[in-house]
């Protein structure tokens, strides 16, 4: 690899499977020193181990636990340069079936999970006049969206708003802080969930022909951590395979 996180120290709170673990492996593949953390402490601590890194178990929808997980990744480097906050839960609910205490608790994992993960490393990167702060965001909420994901679209949407007013207030403590937004995915929750005939219909969706895989999304955090991003914040970046370019569904235009 090219050594593009080389020295860098990076956080990523949920990281135990999919997304967040293929960004733990490209950050490490890249040079970082990483810490993993998660809700799940089997699969996270086994995913750790996997990589060689740290693993700290945490509830992102708690401050106390944000906290702790920048205290552990500082304590063990010395810094802190990048805090990707990827946690989330999707559970699939109608609005009419939603209960108050179920709304709660997508939003805090999903939304308020960003702002506490924001704010636990707000202190030592502005020590460090330095430090990019990435979510993982979605199609889901901004762009479009489906029957039974009303709390989920909504968490989504409000990470990009959130994202927008970080960015321009930390920005004076050089600090970037981005997104991204993934389309649909081929996870290990996909694979497992999902049969052949679903996935081959979102695939038919989509322009490029196939679900993106985790580290095509890890790709686009690389780049996000990195210089070659240095000028960018307050943004996200799509990656969906063009799912969001076509006006219905009949859109393929197949050679002779």
Same mark, same amino acid.
């Given at each position: 690899?090219?050594?593009?996180?080389?020295?860098?120290?990076?956080?990523?709170?949920?990281?135990?499977?999919?997304?967040?673990?293929?960004?733990?492996?490209?950050?490490?593949?890249?040079?970082?020193?990483?810490?993993?953390?998660?809700?799940?402490?089997?699969?996270?601590?086994?995913?750790?181990?996997?990589?060689?890194?740290?693993?700290?178990?945490?509830?992102?929808?708690?401050?106390?636990?944000?906290?702790?997980?920048?205290?552990?990744?500082?304590?063990?480097?010395?810094?802190?340069?990048?805090?990707?906050?990827?946690?989330?839960?999707?559970?699939?609910?109608?609005?009419?079936?939603?209960?108050?205490?179920?709304?709660?608790?997508?939003?805090?994992?999903?939304?308020?999970?960003?702002? =506490? %993960?924001?704010?636990?490393?707000?202190?030592?990167?502005?020590?460090?006049? +330095?430090?990019?702060? *990435? /979510?993982?965001? !979605?199609?889901?909420?901004?762009?479009?969206?489906?029957?039974?994901?009303?709390?989920?679209?909504?968490?989504?949407?409000?990470?990009?708003?959130?994202?927008?007013?970080?960015?321009?207030?930390?920005?004076?403590?050089?600090?970037?802080?981005?997104?991204?937004?993934?389309?649909?995915?081929?996870?290990?929750?996909?694979?497992?969930?999902?049969?052949?005939?679903?996935?081959?219909?979102?695939? =038919? %969706?989509?322009?490029?022909?196939?679900?993106?895989?985790?580290?095509?999304? +890890?790709?686009?955090? *690389? /780049?996000?951590? !990195?210089?070659?991003?240095?000028?960018?914040?307050?943004?996200?970046?799509?990656?969906?395979?063009?799912?969001?370019?076509?006006?219905?569904?009949?859109?393929?235009?197949?050679?002779?």
């Amino acid at each position: 690899m090219t050594g593009r996180l080389e020295n860098r120290v990076a956080l990523v709170i949920g990281a135990s499977r999919g997304i967040g673990k293929a960004i733990a492996v490209r950050y490490v593949e890249e040079g970082a020193k990483v810490v993993l953390a998660d809700f799940d402490a089997e699969g996270g601590k086994a995913s750790a181990d996997e990589l060689g890194v740290p693993f700290v178990h945490t509830d992102i929808s708690k401050m106390d636990d944000a906290v702790e997980a920048v205290n552990v990744t500082v304590s063990a480097f010395g810094r802190l340069d990048i805090i990707v906050q990827n946690a989330g839960i999707y559970p699939w609910q109608l609005i009419e079936n939603t209960s108050p205490e179920d709304w709660d608790q997508v939003m805090g994992v999903n939304l308020r999970g960003c702002f =506490n %993960a924001a704010r636990a490393a707000l202190p030592q990167m502005k020590k460090q006049g +330095a430090g990019r702060i *990435l /979510f993982t965001s !979605s199609i889901t909420g901004p762009h479009v969206t489906s029957p039974g994901h009303g709390h989920y679209s909504a968490t989504k949407s409000g990470i990009n708003g959130f994202i927008r007013s970080a960015a321009l207030e930390f920005s004076g403590y050089g600090i970037n802080v981005n997104g991204v937004e993934p389309g649909n995915i081929l996870t290990e929750a996909i694979q497992l969930h999902r049969g052949a005939e679903f996935i081959q219909n979102m695939e =038919n %969706a989509i322009p490029l022909g196939r679900l993106g895989s985790p580290r095509d999304v +890890a790709n686009a955090f *690389l /780049f996000l951590a !990195s210089e070659d991003a240095s000028y960018i914040t307050g943004t996200t970046i799509v990656v969906d395979g063009g799912q969001l370019l076509p006006e219905g569904a009949d859109f393929r235009l197949l050679p002779p």
